[in-house]
């Protein structure tokens, strides 16, 4: 049995997506559905069962489950709001029941994937190299990047580098993403302001070395992502941590204007001020390198953001939000 924490959220949905697809159903969904919408995200997946985070840590911590009960743990399942503060609840969430998951997988011998983040490079001044040497070098600006970097750095402090994988999502997008609210990517954000206003609103630049629209990301699609987390379950003897990013860096500007052309509308975008209280921890510029991944046989051979955009908004936005 696989275990997907997370699992009901965008990335861990799109996994189960994956998984069904690739024949297996055997799966253990574990996730906190509460009052939000993270439930149509499983409507028409196959999976063995589903339990509550908290309860399933309980069940690890109670001796529940016995070596053999799982193959893998994917663990995904974290708070991933970079706009939260709640410090205590980040490291709660994102560090102490990861360390939990972690230690009883490497006990099981459990193939354990986990979720790290590309927000642990902050302004980017040391580079987005994943190489081991520049982890402990790294300075997030939000306390999700932080709660990220500690994990990252247990897991390495703890010899973990040789027995689990740890992968740095870049700005994933894509379908099943339709429940994170503000944490939503901006192509269902425009392709929305596009359908009611015609216009796409950006934010201007507040630093003179960029124009605006003109600050970059590495967008990757979730299509691609589970591709590569697949990679990983059936590459056990992989591990360590790496980016997942196409490598490539394209503008805010680009993406407005690859939805505007899946739409078939000519491109209209006006610049706003960027809220005040996210200037100083705002990122300029990300772009994964992928090197370290691919030298270790990874075919990373991934959609272009017009390619990636066009199949999202034709198939899954337009005319009304559908599921992977």
């Given at each position: 049995?696989?275990v997907?924490?997370?699992?009901?959220?965008?990335?861990?949905s799109?996994?189960?997506?994956?998984?069904?697809?690739?024949?297996?159903?055997?799966?253990?969904v574990?996730?906190?559905l509460?009052s939000?919408?993270?439930?149509?995200?499983?409507?028409?997946?196959?999976?063995?069962?589903?339990?509550?985070?908290d309860?399933?840590?309980?069940?690890?911590?109670?001796?529940?489950?016995?070596?053999?009960?799982?193959?893998?743990?994917?663990?995904?399942?974290?708070?991933?709001?970079?706009?939260?503060?709640?410090?205590?609840?980040?490291?709660?969430?994102?560090?102490y029941?990861?360390?939990?998951?972690?230690?009883?997988?490497?006990?099981?011998?459990?193939?354990?994937?986990?979720?790290?983040?590309?927000?642990?490079?902050?302004?980017?001044e040391?580079?987005?190299?994943?190489?081991?040497?520049?982890?402990?070098?790294?300075?997030?600006?939000?306390p999700?990047?932080?709660?990220?970097?500690?994990?990252?750095?247990?897991?390495?402090?703890n010899?973990?580098?040789?027995?689990?994988?740890?992968?740095?999502?870049?700005?994933?997008?894509?379908?099943n993403?339709?429940?994170?609210?503000?944490?939503?990517?901006?192509?269902?954000?425009?392709?929305?302001?596009?359908?009611?206003?015609?216009?796409?609103?950006?934010?201007?630049?507040?630093?003179?070395d960029?124009?605006?629209?003109?600050?970059?990301?590495?967008?990757?699609?979730?299509?691609?992502?589970?591709?590569?987390?697949?990679?990983?379950?059936?590459?056990?003897?992989?591990?360590?941590?790496?980016?997942l990013?196409?490598?490539?860096?394209?503008?805010?500007?680009?993406?407005?204007?690859?939805?505007?052309?899946?739409?078939?509308?000519?491109?209209?975008?006006?610049?706003i001020?960027?809220?005040?209280?996210?200037?100083?921890?705002?990122?300029?510029?990300?772009?994964?390198?992928?090197?370290?991944l691919?030298?270790?046989?990874?075919?990373?051979?991934?959609?272009?953001?017009?390619?990636?955009?066009?199949?999202?908004?034709?198939?899954?936005?337009?005319?009304?939000?559908?599921?992977?």
């Open positions: 049995m696989i997907v924490t997370g699992g009901a959220g965008f990335i861990g799109a996994m189960i997506a994956k998984l069904n697809e690739k024949g297996r159903e055997d799966i253990l574990v996730d906190d509460g939000t919408d993270k439930w149509k995200n499983l409507v028409g997946k196959r999976f063995a069962d589903y339990m509550h985070k309860t399933f840590l309980k069940a690890i911590d109670g001796g529940t489950f016995p070596r053999g009960d799982f193959d893998a743990i994917i663990h995904l399942g974290a708070c991933s709001a970079t706009t939260e503060r709640n410090v205590d609840y980040l490291m709660q969430n994102n560090y029941y990861s360390k939990r998951l972690a230690d009883y997988a490497t006990w099981s011998d459990i193939r354990f994937i986990y979720a790290s983040s590309a927000a642990t490079y902050g302004d980017g040391r580079g987005f190299s994943d190489d081991d040497a520049v982890t402990p070098l790294l300075r997030p600006l939000n999700y990047g932080y709660s990220k970097q500690v994990f990252d750095l247990w897991a390495m402090q010899g973990l580098m040789d027995s689990v994988a740890g992968i740095k999502f870049f700005n994933v997008f894509g379908p993403e339709y429940h994170k609210g503000e944490m939503k990517s901006l192509v269902v954000k425009a392709y929305r302001q596009i359908m009611e206003t015609g216009t796409v609103k950006l934010f201007r630049s507040h630093r003179d960029y124009k605006d629209g003109e600050q970059v990301r590495d967008f990757i699609y979730v299509k691609d992502v589970t591709e590569a987390l697949w990679w990983l379950l059936e590459h056990k003897d992989v591990n360590g941590i790496y980016n990013g196409t490598g490539v860096s394209r503008s805010w500007n680009d993406l407005a204007n690859a939805i505007f052309s899946a739409l078939g509308k000519p491109a209209n975008i006006e610049y001020d960027m809220p005040e209280s996210i200037r100083n921890a705002y990122q300029y510029h990300t772009e994964a390198t992928v090197a370290k691919k030298g270790k046989g990874f075919p990373a051979s991934f959609m272009t953001l017009e390619e990636s955009v066009r199949d999202y908004v034709a198939n899954y936005l337009h005319p009304s939000d559908r599921y992977l």
